[in-house]
């Protein structure tokens, strides 16, 4: 080979070296486009998976709001409040159906079918806490106050009683 490039004018000798280092830059130009392009792909790959995070904890804050709101409505029983409440789920399912499908893996999509299904349950136990609100507070009204009211008015009628009977000298006796 020596011999070879010995025969050759000096004029070839640098055209072939001049040629060699080219395919040289060539070649590191080549796996550094490769390596530049794999990083671009993890770097896309990186930020999805940092919006997906990002929505996911929007959905967790929406997901406690939702249950401040329950125990507001279950203690005061606004009716504002149960609008907020089916307001709020229905923007949390759109959420949740709107990141699941973004979700990697098999599993995870799993696990976001699990998470629509507890919303959904949660949303219908909200309003079984309406129903059972309504249900107590007509109990109160109706039952308990008017045997409340009674119960008051018999023992004013027992007090007069006794009053009248002390009066005269007819006291209820020992006890």
């Known amino acids: 080979m020596r011999e070879a490039m010995m025969r050759l004018k000096i004029g070839t000798r640098i055209h072939l070296g001049f ?3 080219l395919g040289l830059l060539a070649a590191i130009a080549a796996v550094s486009h490769l390596g530049l392009q794999r990083t671009t792909g993890a770097q896309g790959r ?3 998976t940092g919006h997906r995070t990002e929505e996911l904890l929007r959905i ?3 997901v406690n709001e939702l249950r401040r709101l329950v125990r507001v409505y279950a203690a005061e029983a606004a009716a504002e409040t149960l609008r ?3 307001a709020l789920g229905t ?3 759109g959420d949740l159906d709107a990141v699941r499908p973004a979700l990697g893996s098999e599993a995870w999509r799993r696990q976001g079918d699990r ?3 507890l919303l959904r349950d949660y949303l219908a136990n909200a309003d079984q806490v309406a ?3 309504q249900r107590r507070d007509r109990l109160v009204e109706e039952e308990m106050n008017q045997r409340g009211t009674e119960a008051r008015r018999q023992l004013t009628a027992f007090i007069d009683t006794a009053l009248a009977a002390a009066g005269q000298g007819e ?5």
């Open 171 to 175: 006291g209820p006796g020992p006890m």
């Open 84 to 86: 907020q409440i089916h």
């Open 60 to 62: 967790e804050g929406s």
């Open 91 to 93: 923007r949390i399912r």
């Open 46 to 48: 990186y930020a999805d």
């Open 131 to 133: 129903e059972h609100r």
């Open 19 to 21: 040629l060699v280092v």
């Open 115 to 117: 998470m629509a299904a």
